[in-house]
């Protein structure tokens, strides 16, 4: 049997994974530069020699196929093929890989379950973009995000859209699965849709809690957006 890792940020589990589950490594994905996803890779390659799929303008020296928007990703060993999406912002070279026939997304640090990255090196527009693009996927899309940050960022979605019932639903049912140990991640594109504020800076709601906090003067393009991801910058 064949396994694929994304953004190994540490080797040992992963290799710890593989020999319990009889697992041989046939690649390596990359979405980003960022050590938490990219740290595990040297010692990965040591073990077993293997394509590194990776952004073909993310500085990542690993990488021996460089992708960008609509490359495909062919995986036989796994009968899987990945589009390859450009979404920068997080940083300047961001991807992520889809799997429309599995229905499945692997986004990196671009849209988080309940949020979205930090803008590390791109701009408001550009993150705002890649969101939108990530948004338009199917609903039933699954989304492997890269990290279990959901309960931080529904607690701040809640602050900006505190009568939202699909987000008051959403905070009881993934508090429980956190309450028994289980992962949040991942969550569907429909729910992030109805849930997660920064698929949803054009909800009237939304623009009028921005206005209320003094965070908004101006309806122009992507400044709620900016307004909102600044606000979850600071959020306690």
């Given at each position: 049997?064949?396994?694929a ?17 009889g697992?041989t490594l ?11 996803h990219?740290?595990?890779v040297?010692e ?15 500085g990542?020296?690993?990488v021996?196929q ?8 062919s995986?036989?060993e ?28 692997f986004c990196g640090?671009?849209?988080f379950?309940?949020?979205?990255g930090?803008?590390?090196?791109g ?8 969101l ?6 199917p609903g039933q ?5 890269a ?10 979605a809640?602050?900006?859209e ?6 008051i639903d959403?905070?009881a049912t ?6 028994i140990?289980?992962?949040?991640v ?10 997660n504020?920064?698929?949803r800076?054009?909800s ?8 209320h906090a003094?965070?908004?003067d ?6 709620a ?6 606000w979850?910058?600071?959020?306690a």
């Amino acid at each position: 049997m064949h396994a694929a890792v994304v953004d190994p940020g540490d080797a040992k589990p992963v290799l710890e994974a593989l020999d319990a589950n009889g697992l041989t490594l046939v690649a390596i994905l990359l979405t980003h530069h960022h050590a938490d996803h990219i740290g595990g890779v040297p010692e990965l390659l040591r073990h077993v020699s293997v394509p590194v799929f990776g952004p073909a303008n993310d500085g990542i020296a690993v990488v021996t196929q460089p992708l960008s928007q609509g490359d495909i990703v062919s995986l036989p060993e796994l009968a899987l093929a990945l589009e390859v999406l450009d979404v920068p912002g997080h940083t300047r070279g961001h991807i992520a890989f889809h799997a429309p026939r599995q229905h499945w997304l692997f986004c990196g640090d671009t849209l988080f379950a309940g949020g979205c990255g930090r803008l590390f090196e791109g701009t408001p527009t550009q993150l705002n973009d890649s969101l939108q693009k990530l948004a338009a996927l199917p609903g039933q899309t699954e989304v492997y995000c890269a990290h279990e940050y959901t309960m931080a960022n529904l607690r701040f979605a809640l602050e900006v859209e505190p009568d939202n019932p699909a987000l008051i639903d959403r905070i009881a049912t993934e508090q429980k699965k956190r309450d028994i140990g289980q992962p949040t991640v991942p969550s569907t594109i429909a729910i992030e849709r109805a849930t997660n504020p920064f698929l949803r800076t054009h909800s009237p709601t939304i623009v009028s809690r921005l206005r209320h906090a003094g965070r908004l003067d101006s309806d122009a393009g992507v400044a709620a957006f900016a307004a909102l991801r600044s606000w979850k910058n600071t959020f306690a």
